[in-house]
């Protein structure tokens, strides 16, 4: 895909392989909005990609708040009238123990990893349609674990684990949903897990020795948000460059429109922007 003069939002991309697929980007040409935490990683970030000619802005946004989630959705429409490319990357690893919870009350992994995606997408879904041919990127994990409808915010067993891989797995069946419900828009999503124990601070911080780089799951990443032979195709999860198989509940039709009405009750009334994923 030729990214010159395209438009690209990727979530936490300030630091580890968010990074690395935002510069690889902004060198291909596109205009890319880095999105992060820190104003400070945030400003490096778009000075890299600057200095290589490329293209950037920073917009911060801690993902672990619902009205904060809203502003970036705002403050991206306030800057570009198309986005082509989303890249749901941010996210929280397995560290720590104890069970904790988002601005609005959510288990956090399950908020910032999956929720704040999915909200984020359902408010920018109009422009991205707008702007079609144009593709979603969900960065999951091959580390998935069966959503409990029961206790999805995991207030019984909780472990920085099993938190981690049911959000992980609540990405890829909302990638699946969401595919059937923009079939004939020109909009596609696919997700994704990009590498093994990549070298990033999320890694390093479970106390795991990495064993992939960052440059190999970028080239994942990219790989789904440009490579010509995705276009049209949705719906799909890649284990890196490779096609594969998700845990079975991603193929639940059930499980899917369940988590769909939890996800629309947790996030709120829709906004006139976010209309799209009620359907």
Not at 116 to 134: D, I, N, V, Y
Not at 137 to 148: E, K, L, P, R
Request: proline share 2%.
């Amino acid at each position: 895909m030729d990214l010159k003069d395209k438009t690209i939002l990727i979530t936490g991309s300030t630091d580890g392989v968010g990074r690395v697929v935002a510069q690889r980007l902004g060198a291909d040409g596109a205009r890319v909005l880095v999105h992060g935490r820190d104003a400070a990683r945030g400003k490096a970030t778009v000075a890299e990609i600057e200095s290589a000619g490329g293209k950037a802005e920073f917009l911060a946004a801690d993902l672990a708040s619902l009205a904060e989630i809203r502003h970036l959705a705002e403050a991206v429409r306030a800057r570009t009238n198309r986005l082509d490319i989303l890249i749901n990357n941010a996210g929280i690893g397995t560290a720590g123990a104890k069970r904790q919870v988002s601005a609005d009350g959510y288990e956090l992994r399950f908020a910032v990893n999956y929720l704040a995606g999915f909200l984020l997408t359902s408010e920018l879904l109009p422009l991205l349609k707008a702007s079609a041919p144009a593709r979603i990127v969900n960065v999951a994990s091959a580390g998935q674990q069966a959503i409990d409808f029961g206790d999805v915010m995991l207030t019984h067993g909780y472990s920085g684990v099993r938190a981690y891989c049911q959000s992980k797995l609540a990405q890829i069946l909302f990638t699946v949903d969401l595919a059937e419900q923009l079939k004939g828009t020109g909009v596609t999503v696919n997700a994704l897990h990009p590498a093994s124990y990549m070298n990033t601070t999320m890694v390093r911080q479970a106390g795991v020795t990495p064993w992939s780089s960052v440059e190999t799951g970028a080239e994942a990443i990219v790989n789904l948000a440009a490579s010509p032979a995705l276009a049209g195709r949705s719906g799909l999860y890649f284990d890196g460059l490779r096609e594969a198989r998700a845990d079975a509940q991603a193929y639940d039709a059930r499980a899917r429109q369940q988590l769909r009405k939890l996800s629309l009750d947790l996030i709120g009334p829709a906004s006139s922007k976010s209309k799209d994923l009620n359907s």
